[in-house]
């Protein structure tokens, strides 16, 4: 079956500590995955893409095919990366083509 | 550009009530999608639209959910009767074109709360 899959409810860090959010995934074929985020107060939004190995507010992701993983990583974490951050994957099936989201991990970076 | 809109923000029913909820895509967008966002989970999709017509509704519970967008614009998501199950957040996001690859933009969600 087709998931993904975020094993951490929270994460709570000091800032200017690293952080590593944790997405693992289940896709028969090749993945193209992705990082939503959710600012307390605002709209749930894009924060990176795998396939274009850009680096937005400083974090990165790199796809681990062996192990199924996508983590999503800061070496420095700032307070205003408290946020919900939703692991997603791209799935398609026929006519049913769709993005499946994890439970989503909040990020909670203390002064 | 103007982003998503969604309303009312929040609302509250009794269960067996009735309740609609409406969103206005990002301009040009053809492909509207409707989430149930049960709390602590992830945005679950319920529909998708590719202009008026439907692309996926595999997931929407028809026995009392529907949803339409007539014109290919606006969509409406109602719920008819209600349960307590259905309190989540309802998002509406639009991009432009049906590739789930492609950027989703989404709005602010309507919380609904059942009693």
Known sequence: ?111 | EAGVAQSPRYKIIEKRQSVAFWCNPISGHATLYWYQQILGQGPKLLIQFQNNGVVDDSQLPKDRFSAERLKGVDSTLKIQPAKLEDSAVYLCASSSSPDPTDTQYFGPGTRLTVL
């Open chain 1, 1 to 111: 079956a087709q998931r993904v899959t975020q094993p951490e409810k929270l994460l709570s860090v000091f800032k200017g500590a690293p952080v590593e959010l944790k997405c693992n995934y289940s896709y028969s074929g090749s993945p193209e995955l992705f990082w939503y985020v959710q600012y307390s107060r605002q709209r749930l939004q894009l924060l990176l893409r795998h396939i274009s190995r850009e680096s937005i507010k400083g974090f990165t992701a790199d796809l681990n095919k062996g192990e199924t993983s996508f983590h999503l990583k800061k070496p420095f974490a700032q307070e205003e990366d408290s946020a919900m951050y939703y692991c997603a994957l791209p799935v398609y099936g026929g006519a049913t083509n769709k993005l499946i989201f994890g439970t989503g991990t909040l990020l909670a970076v203390q002064p």
